[in-house]
């Protein structure tokens, strides 16, 4: 058989990267990603600051890692970088890194030291300036005099890596950079990032991850707390029934675990301040359903992925779902790890235990008497599965680096006359007496009213492409 000719094809680097940096993160995302690479360094404490100066505005992950070799480094700034992964490890697709960050900012810097004796600080630079200058893969080699003022005299001679990133330009879209309304707006997302990191990796913060010390976080030098969905620690607190499901994959089969908990009743939790704690970050509606975890680290957190809708009188039912990276072709991990497809195996396994666990929490909700608990079932199988090992977090120290403070004033507690919580999507709040009204209609009614009609169908259209479960539950 005659060889046939190939062309080598380079991709342009301008155009590519300007792609690449729209992969669908939010800032929130970008900086879980970074934390991941320092969970699978075996780092113990994990140190973010939001650091407002206008336009020279910065954000930094600082962690005590293993570290990186010179080698080791310039590889991690390749699109696709190859290695080896553990099967407990975070990482996967060899663009965390840069993607991550590109995402967010023009310039990022990442200074290292690998964990053996007398290892050298190593310091590269990817420029997204300079790489629309020259159109080419090019990253700076930086001595330890070129760092810029924010990654210097970190790591003093202790193993760890700084990842920094400058021109924050999909941050800061705003007249006037330097204005208060930057400032403030920097801060919410300082909050939004210590909410976000206390939810992915709460097993990890909780030192609930076997063969692992517990995980530190700070965010601008205060720590993160572990946020559990679950409140194992509220004495009504109720655990359902485990059930084991093999899935199989491209990659091989493996086991997914399920855990389904049913929480109290708001008038059986121990206080008022751990109700509104358990509402979560996106309120008690839309935190009910599944929470998925790869490897110990949450991806997805709420909806019940289109196995039944959100409702009100469902929303104590939370169900952690588990599995491992040698399913993550047949989950469709994407390169952000912030959403999941389910197996279409594993829906129709799904579908009768979705309606008994709505069952139970149903009757939680109207503080009726719990009918039984659904039966034992056993483990479904559907090829030969591998059973899964469980993860792996060392202690703290304290990041002494100056930033601005985030907002930690508190939010108005919800009346007690007010049915549902005004921000779940879904339903609206309502006053005693008022006609219950859907929030489509509600809003659909305001957007009349306002005049803004064709700008909320714009909204609806918008909404459907990017979150087709919320459009759906909305009615859209």
């Given at each position: 058989m005659a060889v046939r000719k190939t062309i080598q094809v380079v991709p342009r680097a301008?155009?590519?990267?300007?792609?690449?940096?729209?992969?669908?993160?939010?800032?929130?995302?970008?900086?879980?990603?970074?934390?991941?690479?320092?969970?699978?360094?075996?780092?113990?404490?994990?140190?973010?600051t939001v650091h407002f100066d206008g336009a020279r505005s910065w954000i930094r992950i600082l962690d005590n890692g293993r570290g990186m070799n010179a080698e080791t480094l310039t590889e991690a700034f390749r699109y696709g970088s190859e290695r080896d992964y553990g099967r407990t490890e975070l990482g996967r697709f060899g663009f965390g890194l840069k993607s991550a960050s590109t995402s967010q900012c023009r310039r990022v810097t990442v200074v290292s030291r690998a964990e053996t004796p007398a290892a050298e600080l190593e310091a590269r630079q990817l420029d997204l300036d300079h790489i629309d200058r020259v159109n080419d893969w090019q990253i700076f080699d930086l001595a330890p005099d070129?760092?810029?003022?924010?990654?210097?005299?970190?790591?003093?001679?202790?193993?760890?890596?700084?990842?920094?990133?400058?021109?924050?330009d999909r941050l800061l879209q705003y007249q006037d950079p330097f204005g208060g309304w930057a400032k403030k707006q920097?801060?919410?997302?300082?909050?939004?990032?210590?909410?976000?990191?206390?939810?992915?990796?709460?097993?990890?913060?909780?030192?609930?991850?076997?063969?692992?010390?517990?995980?530190?976080?700070?965010?601008?030098?205060?720590?993160?707390?572990?946020?559990?969905?679950?409140?194992?620690?509220?004495?009504?607190?109720?655990?359902?029934?485990?059930?084991?499901?093999?899935?199989?994959?491209?990659?091989?089969?493996?086991?997914v675990h399920l855990r389904p908990f049913v929480l109290p009743n708001q008038n059986h939790f121990s206080s008022q301040a751990a109700w509104k704690r358990a509402s979560g970050p996106k309120s008690w509606n839309r935190q009910q359903g599944f929470y998925i975890y790869r490897a110990d680290r949450l991806i997805q957190s709420g909806g019940w992925c289109r196995l039944r809708a959100v409702e009100e009188h469902v929303k104590l039912a939370r169900v952690s779902l588990e599995f491992f990276p040698e399913l993550d072709s047949a989950f469709g991990v994407n390169v952000a790890k912030a959403s999941v497809t389910l197996p279409a195996e594993l829906r129709k396994e799904l579908s009768p235990l979705?309606?008994?666990?709505?069952?139970?929490?149903?009757?939680?909700?109207?503080?009726?008497?719990?009918?039984?608990?659904?039966?034992?079932?056993?483990?479904?199988?559907?090829?030969?599965?591998?059973?899964?090992?469980?993860?792996?977090?060392?202690?703290?120290?304290?990041?002494?680096?100056?930033?601005l403070e985030r907002d930690s004033s508190p939010k108005p507690a919800t009346s007690p006359s007010t049915l549902v919580d005004h921000r779940e999507v879904g339903t609206v709040s309502r006053v005693p007496g008022a006609a219950p009204q859907s929030a489509r209609q509600a809003l659909e009614a305001a957007a009349e009213q306002a005049g803004e009609s064709q700008a909320l169908s714009r909204i609806a259209s918008a909404l459907r492409t990017m979150s087709p479960e919320t459009a759906h539950d909305l009615g859209w």
């Open positions: 301008r155009r590519t990267l300007t792609s690449l940096r729209n992969l669908g993160y939010d800032l929130r995302h970008a900086v879980a990603d970074i934390v991941d690479n320092s969970v699978s360094a075996d780092a113990t404490d994990v140190h973010v070129e760092l810029p003022e924010p990654a210097r005299s970190l790591l003093d001679d202790a193993s760890g890596t700084v990842v920094l990133w400058e021109g924050l920097l801060i919410s997302h300082a909050g939004d990032i210590d909410e976000h990191l206390g939810m992915v990796f709460h097993r990890f913060l909780a030192g609930e991850v076997a063969n692992r010390e517990p995980l530190r976080i700070t965010v601008n030098g205060t720590s993160v707390e572990a946020w559990d969905p679950f409140c194992r620690t509220e004495p009504s607190a109720e655990a359902l029934q485990e059930e084991d499901i093999e899935v199989s994959s491209s990659e091989g089969n493996g086991i979705v309606k008994d666990w709505s069952r139970v929490a149903d009757a939680a909700y109207r503080q009726k008497q719990r009918p039984p608990k659904p039966r034992p079932r056993r483990t479904r199988t559907t090829g030969v599965a591998s059973t899964p090992s469980v993860p792996t977090a060392r202690t703290p120290s304290s990041d002494h680096s100056h930033s």
